[in-house]
């Protein structure tokens, strides 16, 4: 589902109007979604250079079979290109599993299935997991950057009943290293008779100095086997040699049990392949609608080196194909982090679209139920989306994709934070519809409503049937599992508990349109006026910005209180140096990377639920006209979301997002100086 406007901004609207340590076990309550035989691929990076590039990959196949009561077995295959010259070996191991009810949860790492800091973090849809190690931390005797996807698969299919399209992506570290690695899409169309139809690759490969490449063959095969599998052979692409072909030779496939994905590898090499069923109907923007869980495995050779991720992303699914994203992102020698951001993508009448404002281009397969997505200019990426399930439940309902940021909307996979507002969706969530007024102390309960994180109560905001905001309360800070439970209570009569994990913060910046994206709620602070296309942000002024999950204060305030004026309560991230706030103009004559000098972060004198961060703009490196993007980062996160006008004005209009391939890797680039504080099953990320 998409999650509409936040009714949380009710206050804010008219404040600019008037230019004035509770322990938790992992759910399990969703362990049924992985049940039975599965096929599995696994692509690790183990080692890195000093550009953070690899020099050690290990890559394993197999099948994995999952209780559906939290334990899997694996009786696979691995090679690694540091062991034995990379020959292959038998791996059986067993493991667990916990997946809640939303299909998030964690998988233990094959590679190391007793190690909790291993665990591959992501989530079950469509039948299919996928996810990776974000937790692996710099402490960790290994580098862990990896992408795990397991596919459930059925009775063998023949070359007779193998007759749908999929559109395919692949990620090939050729070699086992950045030096010749590649990523492509391709449809694969068979005939039921063993053949393919001709077949076109666009991609990117690192041994070759053009930006895009096209390639394309014919006479490409398939031959399923007794076991389930089908052998792929596909001729080198017209005009190519080997060493530069970007998808060719005998690769292993096979399909899920529905029929509406592929999983495929080379044995002995170190890629990943992943396809869904190709469109029956013209697509159309709309058909992105909706929360996709997200898993990536990606290399920026010389650049930014590798990183990997779980997490979702919301679409709009409006004309403009407005998104907004969050990845729990992992890189080498840094702890995970939680990294949020925009998106614009727009669907062709095949399911692709061009290159959106992160550098990614997607292909969504049919019914718009999963996406595969690779990067471009230099960034070497295969991201899996797979299409959230629409919950449904009878009383008081909280859906359990249904939590995001009131401010950023920031979704499901993300962190709460102390002191965060968030808004809650479902059904039956209350029997009236009301709001606190603004300037008043937010109560613990509201028209008969109560929410409670880790039974401790939340001060809350606004309620009605289908949604609520509420505070997250400060003492969860004491929390040492990061596991939240959020129940909701209606007249006496409590909903389903979903569960979050839980950070030092995450930073969240109400914007004018109260969607996460376009224009800041933000204030000149010399004159208290909203800052607009017509009145944009001047270098060297101060602004005031509000935000939401900057985490605890000092002094301390009662949970819903007012912030105070005398003294102010401030940020502790902001005392301890870990709090930034950097300026990006990604306009062609603009620099990223440009840190404002934070004059006061702290609680919105006043009011209830609300952060303020006054901050000074740089005095140089943007350029006028432009739209520049504002970018908090702390040592748990880095969102950059939210853009304010700057220098000269311009006629007003909507915020422009221009496309852009600078963006991700200039992102990626600080995301690789934070370092995370979040605890997960007790041990913690250093």
């Known amino acids: 589902m998409h999650f509409k406007q936040s009714k949380f901004l009710v206050p804010l609207a008219a404040l600019f109007g008037l230019a004035s340590g509770y322990g938790q076990t992992a759910d399990t309550s969703g362990n049924s979604l992985l049940h039975g035989s599965f096929r599995f691929r ?170 895009t490449l096209t390639q394309s063959t014919t006479g490409g095969t398939y031959n399923f086997n007794t076991d389930g599998s089908a052998t792929l052979t596909i001729p080198l692409p017209t005009g190519v040699i080997a060493a530069n072909a970007l998808f060719t030779g005998s690769k292993t496939i096979f399909e899920s049990a529905d029929g509406n994905f592929i999983l495929g590898w080379t044995a002995g090499g170190y890629d990943i392949f992943f396809g869904v069923k190709a469109l029956a109907i013209t697509g159309t923007t709309s058909l992105s609608q909706g929360l996709y869980f997200t898993a990536a495995l990606e290399d920026s050779p010389g650049a930014v080196g590798t990183d990997a991720y779980y997490g979702s992303t919301n679409n709009s699914g409006d004309s403009a194909g407005d998104g907004v994203v969050h990845e729990r992102l992992n890189q080498a020698t840094e702890s995970g982090l939680d990294f949020g951001t925009d998106d614009q993508i727009t669907l062709n009448a095949d399911g692709t679209t061009g290159i959106d404002l992160n550098g990614y281009q997607y292909i969504f397969g049919d019914g718009g139920l999963a996406f595969v997505s690779i990067g471009s200019f230099g960034n070497y990426s295969l991201q899996v989306g797979l299409h959230a399930a629409a919950f449904k439940g009878t009383s008081v309902y909280l859906n359990p994709i249904g939590v995001v940021n009131a401010a950023s909307y920031q979704p499901i996979t993300a962190s709460l934070a102390p002191g965060e507002v968030i808004s809650l969706f479902g059904t039956g969530l209350s029997s009236t519809t009301t709001s606190v007024e603004g300037g008043q102390v937010f109560p613990t309960t509201l028209g008969g409503v109560s929410v409670t994180i880790d039974n401790l109560p939340c001060p809350i905001y606004y309620v009605s049937p289908t949604q609520l905001s509420v505070i997250v309360p400060y003492a969860v800070a004491s929390n040492q599992t990061a596991l939240a439970n959020i129940q909701v209570t209606n007249n006496e009569v409590k909903s389903n508990v979903v569960q979050m994990y839980l950070s030092d913060s995450e930073p969240g910046a109400f914007s004018q349109t109260q969607n996460g994206i376009g224009f800041a709620a933000a204030l000149h602070a010399a004159t208290n006026t909203l800052i607009t296309a017509g009145d944009p942000a001047q270098a060297s002024e101060y602004i005031s910005l509000y935000l939401t999950g900057l985490g605890n204060v000092t002094p301390i305030i009662t949970d819903g209180a007012l912030g105070p004026s005398n003294p102010l309560s401030m940020v502790d991230l ?96 600080h995301a690789r100086k934070r370092v995370s504080g979040r605890v997960r099953n007790g041990v913690q990320a250093q």
């Not at 063998?156 to 999929?166: E, G, I, Q, R, V």
């Not at 005939?191 to 991609?203: C, E, M, R, T």
């Not at 639920?609 to 702390?634: H, K």
């Open 42 to 211: 696994h692509v690790a990076v183990q080692n890195v250079d000093p550009s953070f590039d690899p020099t050690e990959i290990t890559a394993t196949f197999g099948t994995i079979a999952f209780d559906g009561a939290g334990h899997y077995t694996v009786t696979g295959t691995t090679i690694d290109n540091t062991v034995s010259s990379g020959a292959s070996k038998a791996l059986s191991v067993t493991g667990t599993y916990a997946i809640g009810s939303n299909g998030v949860g964690w998988v233990a790492n094959p590679l190391s299935p007793t190690n909790p800091v291993n665990y591959v973090y992501g989530a079950v849809s469509q039948g299919v997991f996928a996810g990776s190690s974000t937790e692996s931390g710099v402490n960790n005797a290994v580098v862990l950057i990896d992408i795990f996807i397991a596919l459930p698969v059925g009775s063998a299919p023949t070359n007779a009943s193998f007759t749908s399209s999929y559109q395919t992506g692949v990620l090939d570290f050729a070699g086992a290293s950045s030096a010749a690695i590649k990523n492509a899409l391709f449809e694969l169309s068979p005939d039921g008779k063993g053949n393919f139809g001709a077949i076109s690759f666009n991609g990117q490969a690192s041994n070759q100095t053009a930006n």
């Open 574 to 669: 902001n005392g301890a140096g870990n709090l930034s706030v950097f300026f990006n103009d990604y306009g062609t004559n603009g620099t990223v990377g440009n840190q404002g000098i934070i004059q006061y972060a702290g609680l919105a004198p006043g009011l209830a639920g609300l952060y303020q961060i006054n901050v000074q703009v740089p005095s140089d490196g943007l350029s006028d006209g432009d739209d520049v993007y504002v970018e908090f980062v702390t040592d748990a996160a880095d969102v950059n979301q939210i853009q304010i006008p700057f220098g000269t004005a311009t006629p007003v209009g909507d915020s422009a997002r221009p496309a852009r391939v600078t963006r991700l890797l200039a992102m990626r680039s």
